[in-house]
């Protein structure tokens, strides 16, 4: 607001001119452009903390403290669906205890699960606390977690790549109020960031793995070659066993060996 004198004919103040600016769309446009370079800072940092990770044990906690850095989160979890058990396994977490982990560190992939982290995988949906209506289970589900406080909000977001559902991600945050959809779509981001972040790193362990498995399964031929090489010119018994449980036991780097009848 602005002012300025009001005067007569003859240059007498009998009064004063208010002018008013509305500024509330600047104010908006401004509000807006603040959360907007919010949201991309977030997604920058989650992208960033995907792309150093190779393994998903990395990637769930890199991914955490990157939203820990970003949000007014209290608890969060990455989870992961196992496709061999058909059960959620929680990743790596914030907020929650060793009690929580041990009941609920992995549950069957129900779709009428208790737990909103579980339904979002098994639905492919996003879940908030009024999509899942209270039962023993879920008391004490809640009750374990240390999370059921009025002043809390829970939701999970599903995390999937190429249609398939890997996981999801979930969080409680401070505030009364409903989830808006800018709230939403942010998380939703995170998790569209997630999915071929996830795949990847499955990708990459699982390579891993079958390059173990192939050095190991040579090396075995390795030994087996080796073994029969040196006990083939051998006619006694007693010395093919001593020499036999000698190699074996430098193979298994075993202080000791022994051969039963």
């Known amino acids: 607001n602005s002012y300025a004198p009001l005067r007569n004919q003859k240059n007498e103040i009998i009064g004063a001119i208010q002018?008013?600016?509305?500024?509330t769309a600047r104010k908006r446009a401004e509000q807006a452009q603040v959360q907007e370079l919010a949201r991309t800072r977030l997604l920058e940092s989650v992208a960033e903390a995907a792309v150093r990770s190779t393994s998903l044990n990395d990637l769930g906690h890199a991914v955490l403290h990157a939203l820990m850095d970003h949000l007014e989160m209290r608890v969060g979890a990455v989870n992961i669906v196992d496709e061999d058990r058909k059960e959620l396994c929680i990743l790596a977490s914030v907020g929650l205890d060793e009690a929580f982990l041990e009941a609920f560190g992995r549950m069957p992939l129900d779709p009428e699960s208790p737990a909103i982290h579980?339904?979002?995988?098994?639905?492919?949906?996003?879940?908030?606390?009024?999509?899942?209506?209270?039962?023993?289970?879920?008391?004490?589900?809640?009750?374990?977690?240390?999370?059921?406080?009025?002043?809390r909000r829970h939701i999970a977001i599903p995390v999937s790549a190429s249609g398939h559902v890997l996981g999801s991600i979930s969080f409680a945050f401070e505030g009364h109020d409903e989830f808006g959809d800018?709230?939403?779509?942010?998380?939703?981001?995170?998790?569209?960031?997630?999915?071929?972040?996830?795949?990847?790193?499955?990708?990459?362990?699982a390579q891993q793995r079958a390059e173990q498995d192939l050095r190991e399964s040579k090396e075995r031929q390795t030994f087996l070659l080796k073994l029969s090489d040196t006990l083939r010119p051998l006619a006694d018994p007693a010395e093919i066993q001593d020499v036999a449980m000698r190699m074996v036991g430098e193979h298994l780097r075993v202080s000791r060996a022994f051969y039963w009848e």
């Open 19 to 23: 002018t008013v600016h509305d500024i």
């Open 182 to 205: 800018e709230e939403i779509d942010v998380l939703q981001s995170v998790a569209h960031i997630l999915g071929p972040a996830f795949e990847n790193a499955r990708l990459f362990e």
């Open 118 to 151: 579980v339904r979002a995988a098994a639905n492919n949906r996003v879940v908030r606390d009024a999509d899942v209506p209270m039962s023993q289970e879920r008391r004490r589900l809640l009750d374990t977690a240390h999370v059921d406080s009025p002043t």
